[in-house]
């Protein structure tokens, strides 16, 4: 049997405390929430996973690639720099073809293996987001939701 919740004022005390103290590391880190990848119901368990990308962000998006994330996690290992023709290789093509990706708009799907995989998308100001370690299921249908979370580039 679970125990019911104190009503004390320890736990809000201690969530007051903890909330306080993360604050600083949220305002460090851009302070706009976390990308979400979103599933549309369950997966068939048969073929390939379809994701679409849905620009939740503030800002348009210019380019979006997707690579799996043993790949680029290799490639910084081995110290293979951002930007360069290694590293472009790794993250292959923009699967926005040279359009934009507007506030509000959702992109086209990009069919995927199943696997773990890791997103770069890239604001006009070339500012990025890096999403790591999404697990696509074999038949899933997903939805990544990207946030106003830019950074500088890598």
């Given at each position: 049997m679970i125990a019911a919740p104190s009503r004390s004022a320890a736990p809000l005390f201690l969530t007051a405390n903890l909330a306080a103290a993360l604050a600083p590391l949220v305002t460090a880190c851009g302070?706009?929430?976390?990308?979400?990848?979103?599933?549309?119901?369950?997966?068939?368990?048969?073929?390939?996973a379809e994701m679409t990308v849905k620009n939740v962000s503030g800002v348009g998006v210019q380019h979006l690639f997707v690579a799996r994330t043993e790949v680029v996690d290799k490639a910084r290992a081995r110290g293979v720099e951002p930007g360069s023709a290694e590293d472009e290789a790794i993250w292959g093509d923009d699967h926005l073809d040279r359009v934009t990706l507007r506030e509000g708009s959702?992109?086209?799907?990009?069919?995927?293996?199943?696997?773990?995989?890791?997103?770069?998308a890239l604001d006009p100001d070339q500012r990025e987001q890096l999403v790591k370690g999404l697990r696509l299921k074999p038949g899933g249908k997903y939805t990544l939701e990207l946030v106003d979370n830019w950074a500088l580039a890598r």
């Amino acid at each position: 049997m679970i125990a019911a919740p104190s009503r004390s004022a320890a736990p809000l005390f201690l969530t007051a405390n903890l909330a306080a103290a993360l604050a600083p590391l949220v305002t460090a880190c851009g302070g706009g929430g976390t990308a979400t990848l979103r599933a549309m119901g369950r997966a068939t368990g048969d073929g390939p996973a379809e994701m679409t990308v849905k620009n939740v962000s503030g800002v348009g998006v210019q380019h979006l690639f997707v690579a799996r994330t043993e790949v680029v996690d290799k490639a910084r290992a081995r110290g293979v720099e951002p930007g360069s023709a290694e590293d472009e290789a790794i993250w292959g093509d923009d699967h926005l073809d040279r359009v934009t990706l507007r506030e509000g708009s959702t992109s086209e799907p990009i069919v995927l293996q199943e696997g773990r995989y890791d997103v770069l998308a890239l604001d006009p100001d070339q500012r990025e987001q890096l999403v790591k370690g999404l697990r696509l299921k074999p038949g899933g249908k997903y939805t990544l939701e990207l946030v106003d979370n830019w950074a500088l580039a890598r």
